[in-house]
């Protein structure tokens, strides 16, 4: 369930598909600059009443990465 919200808000960010989202999908795959990153994140806080912060951001490369993220915050 997590996944497909998270899809979902990615493929609205970035105009993509839902089958173009995978959990191995990396935010590069997606060619998300640094500013994408940051409005995917405020994006996702507002959803999932989580905080992100810079490094945390830095360090999640994979969609599975901001899922597992998320499930543990």
């Not at 640094?34 to 409005?39: A, R």
């Not at 405020?42 to 990465?65: N, P, R, T, Y």
Request: charged share 35%; hydrophobic share 40%.
């Amino acid at each position: 369930m997590i996944f497909e919200r998270v899809q979902k808000i990615i493929c609205e960010q970035f105009d993509l598909e839902p089958e173009q989202i995978t959990e191995a999908t990396t935010l590069e795959d997606v060619n998300a600059d640094s500013l994408d990153v940051y409005d995917l994140a405020q994006s996702l806080e507002a959803a999932f009443d989580v905080e992100f912060h810079e490094e945390d951001m830095e360090e999640l490369k994979s969609i599975g990465d901001i899922v597992r993220f998320i499930e543990n915050n």
